[in-house]
């Protein structure tokens, strides 16, 4: 009988240990997978405000929706602008946020979606090569933040050359989404706070209609208005952003420039 109870008391004994034992290795395994998620970066985006909205400013170009260049013609762009002052800094607490032209205001110049260039007089010359071409340009307050109305951006269509090919198959009247920021390298403060802006043209953003997709550095967010968003908890090296124009099913809604891909720099410092 004693021997019986010494047998079940070692046996006891055993399956005490056995579920300590599990249960230290199975808190162990959590707090790892804690760790692991405390040390991934969480990215946040959320709406820009306090900026002027400029809701009368207006950018023109007197020219035809179809602009027919020689190759060896002159490619001057002559804009005019109404109730906006190019090479002024933005009244917004915003230049100290975000990274802010030390020129001031200006123009973004976007010939078929690639990095804009930025313009700070009215008259702009341009190489631009053979072909047919998407343009589109709009006004920028001094810290790289698009001016969004119906009057602030020109879009036109390029044909160069007398046997200009299409090989974008260009339409100026569907909806497409023109990338404008973030752009380059960032350093020290301009880091911390980053302006994520873009044009959508020949449509509108809802909650149930067409969308716009931004991934960035893996991490998805839908945006459903077309308004600026500041990016902020990144860390330090190459940044991958990505943005989709789509419709209510999310599907990317057909055109050459509703996908883009851009990648930026972020740097502690100068060094």
């Known amino acids: 009988m004693k021997f019986l109870k010494f047998i079940a008391l070692i046996l006891s004994l055993t399956f005490i240990i056995s579920c300590k034992k599990s249960k230290e290795e199975a808190s162990k395994e959590i707090s790892t997978q804690i760790d692991s998620v405390s040390k991934k970066s969480k990215i946040y985006l959320t709406p820009l405000t306090d900026s002027p909205s400029y809701s009368d400013a207006k950018l023109t170009l007197n020219t035809p929706k179809t602009i027919n260049f020689n190759e060896e013609d002159d490619f001057s762009f002559n804009f005019k602008l109404e109730n906006?002052?190019?090479?002024?800094?933005?009244?917004?607490?915003?230049?100290?946020?975000?990274?802010?032209?030390?020129?001031?205001?200006?123009?973004?110049?976007?010939?078929?979606?690639?990095?804009?260039?930025?313009?700070?007089?009215?008259?702009?010359?341009?190489?631009?090569?053979?072909?047919?071409?998407?343009?589109?340009?709009?006004?920028?307050?001094?810290?790289?933040?698009?001016?969004?109305?119906?009057?602030?951006?020109?879009?036109?269509?390029?044909?160069?050359?007398?046997?200009?090919?299409?090989?974008?198959?260009?339409?100026?009247?569907?909806?497409?989404?023109?990338?404008?920021?973030?752009?380059?390298?960032?350093?020290?403060?301009?880091?911390?706070?980053?302006?994520?802006?873009?044009?959508?043209?020949?449509?509108?953003?809802?909650?149930?209609?067409?969308?716009?997709?931004?991934?960035?550095?893996?991490?998805?967010?839908?945006?459903?208005?077309?308004?600026?968003?500041?990016?902020?908890?990144?860390?330090?090296?190459?940044?991958?952003?990505?943005?989709?124009l789509v419709d209510a099913e999310g599907n990317v809604i057909p055109g050459p420039f509703n996908t883009v891909e851009r990648k930026i720099m972020l740097k502690p410092t100068d060094k």
């Open 84 to 244: 906006y002052t190019l090479g002024d800094q933005t009244n917004s607490n915003n230049t100290e946020k975000l990274a802010n032209s030390n020129k001031g205001q200006h123009i973004h110049f976007i010939l078929d979606n690639q990095p804009y260039s930025a313009h700070y007089e009215s008259n702009i010359k341009k190489e631009i090569p053979a072909g047919t071409h998407h343009l589109v340009a709009f006004l920028s307050r001094s810290y790289h933040e698009s001016v969004k109305n119906d009057n602030s951006m020109v879009v036109r269509k390029l044909v160069v050359g007398e046997n200009a090919t299409d090989s974008l198959n260009i339409d100026i009247d569907a909806p497409t989404l023109i990338y404008s920021r973030p752009k380059g390298t960032y350093t020290g403060k301009d880091t911390e706070s980053i302006l994520l802006d873009f044009f959508v043209l020949n449509t509108e953003l809802s909650e149930t209609g067409n969308k716009v997709i931004a991934t960035i550095n893996g991490e998805e967010f839908t945006i459903t208005e077309w308004i600026p968003h500041v990016i902020s908890g990144l860390e330090m090296g190459e940044v991958t952003i990505k943005l989709k």
